[in-house]
């Protein structure tokens, strides 16, 4: 083909395609023009959503005050945020990490929220975050004081005294509603956050019983406190004493013989009562009134003729009077007063020791073991209920009303049916060989002794002549007083003490009883003892007696050694090591002998005069009793033969004038103060001979191994 013959062809394809290229620019335009002038299409989503908003600003409710003060232990936050969006609400305290409070999430339609968030009272800061996809967009804060109201805790039926828990050191003000009104303030709120308040009427007189609306709120200190809101809870308060519980088993002039045995009467339903026996000082059983009765067990009563008590307290906790005392018999009767059928033989009386039938009680009174006082009321809360079935108002407790202390020493006769006159012999012998021979050879171990079997059976060693061995001389007229009061009161614990006005009088009892001991038994005896010897002596204060006694009544409670373990000697006789060995020892014996001595002639008194009731006839009970019990404890710590103990002095004189003077001391304690429990008695014995055997093996120790050892 020509090539000018192309021409026209090759015209018309470029004029085709500008005119398509024009085409192509227009529609972009156009394209481009119309994205940018007309909204983007929502996305499925996003159908509906509103344009976005910032976080708006934070509504509380309630209003705090302009001061940031809010008087209520919550707040709800509301607002508007970006529709959407995550609305984060935290607690912020200073020195602390922030605390989570509440989270909400902005409406899809017009971003509002709102949650509600519990606070702490305190001040703090309230911070409100909005997120979006974790992001954190805005945020908004404010400074908060607040108090919120108090918390009431406790059962719901009392007698008047709420608790409850409030914010350490807010005043606590508490109103009450109902039979009366009350509005009373109750201090403030201890450090750890506990508040107590006692609702009375205005004039301080009890509410009458009935349901009460109580309202209680908490304010901040200041001349102008400002308060919380109240909380309110309805109580009910019942301050009516319950009467005296009757007491149907044991009756009156029963005798008990057998242990545990069965309490039960009638009371008032949900009350708790309570059974004491006067020759135990804590109760014997409680038990719980059930459809208005009562029942439990009791043991460990020790034989005798004792008044028998019981107390009830309420569901509320009001105490009620105690029920009219009755006597009822601990133990058999005594073989000459028990009849016996012509065709029996004649038994011999159990020992005490023995273990029978709870069934076998024989309901008929017997003649009693001793010479008793009258029943007399003994309540521990006086009320002004009559007793049950009775015509009287029981008689308060006062000063003449008799403690039983002492009541558990035996008379000679009880000491006898109880075989003690048989058992303690062997009791001394025990003492001697496994008690203080031991004790001693433990001293002289400790002390490393070289020679431990020449020094422990040498009659030439000398005392030790340290200054640590006779200590400090103390006149005893400056720590006499406060001494005998220690003392007493140890005494006294051994067997329980109660706030009423006649264990006053016990003290008083037990301070003279202690009194004379010391100045009798101990000072006045090797007074005279030292001029008929015509050497020169004098006293001192032992402070470790008083150690020894506190260590005494915590094994009589421990234990519950009836008669009690008591020691009331508090001075010591110093004795010049100069003065001859038979002189030292003559003194020293003379206050054994006049410990025991002393101490026999006031269990004697003690068990003529038997029960007593009255103020003096109490009080003189009470003192012999002292006398024999601290007496005999005294004395038999005193045999022992270590430091500067006058047994010790009676020792290095002559081992055999020591052995038959403790023997006989011990003998005598154990007539009178060994208990009738077979588990104490198998102690007395037991524990010894266990001490004995690990001195023993103390000694062979250092005597033969360690010595091999050694080499």
Known sequence: MHPLSAAPRTARREATATRVARVAVVALMAMIALSLSAPAAASPGEQGESAATALGEVTLSPTPAADGFLPVGSVTASGTATAGSTIVVDIVRAGQPPQAGCTASASPVDGRWSCATPLPNGELTLRVTEFRDGDSLDSWTTRLLVLGPPVISGPALGIGIVKGVGYPSAL??????????????????????????????????????????????QG??????RWSHAQSRTLTIDTDNPPAPTVTSPAAGQRITTQPTTYAGTGENNATVSVFVSGVSAPVCTALVAGGAWSCQGTDVPRGTWLVHALQWDAAGNPGPSNLPFEV?????PASAQPTLPTAPSTPS?????TLDPEAVDPTPAPDEGPTSAPSADPFFPGPVPAPDRGETPPLLTWGTPTGFGWNIPTPVEAFERGNWAIAPFLGLVFVVFVALPLRMAMLLAAGSSRPRVRFFGRNRPLAASAGEDGPLVRPAIVVGGAVLGAAILAALSTGLLPESRYVRLLG????????????????ASRLASRALRVTTWQRFVPAYLALAALATLASRMFDVHPPIVLGVLIATTIPLQIPRARRAAIALTQL???????????IAHSAMGR???FWASTLSEFLATVCLAGFGSAVLLTLPIR????????????????????????LAAVVLMAGSTTLIVAAFAIPVGFAACVLAAWLWQRYVAPESRR
Not at 644 to 667: D, E, K, M, N, Q
Request: proline share 8%.
């Open 172 to 217: 606590v003000r508490a109103t009450a509603t109902g039979p009366a009104s009350a509005a009373v303030d109750c201090g403030r709120v201890d450090s750890g956050g506990s508040w107590t308040c006692l609702l009375v009427a205005g004039d301080g007189s009890r509410l009458p019983s009935g349901s009460y609306t109580v309202s209680v709120e």
């Open 220 to 225: 901040a200190p200041g001349a102008s406190p």
């Open 329 to 333: 018999h601990y133990g058999r009767a």
């Open 350 to 354: 159990p020992p005490p020791s023995e």
């Open 509 to 524: 009892a037990i301070g003279a009883g202690i009194v004379v001991l010391n100045l009798v038994g101990v000072a006045l």
């Open 593 to 603: 002998v006049a410990l025991t001595a002393l101490a026999t002639a006031a269990w």
């Open 612 to 614: 007593v009731d009255g």
């Open 644 to 667: 500067a103990l006058p047994g010790r002095i009676v020792f290095a004189w002559s081992p055999l004038a020591w052995a038959v003077t403790t023997f006989v001391v011990v003998l």
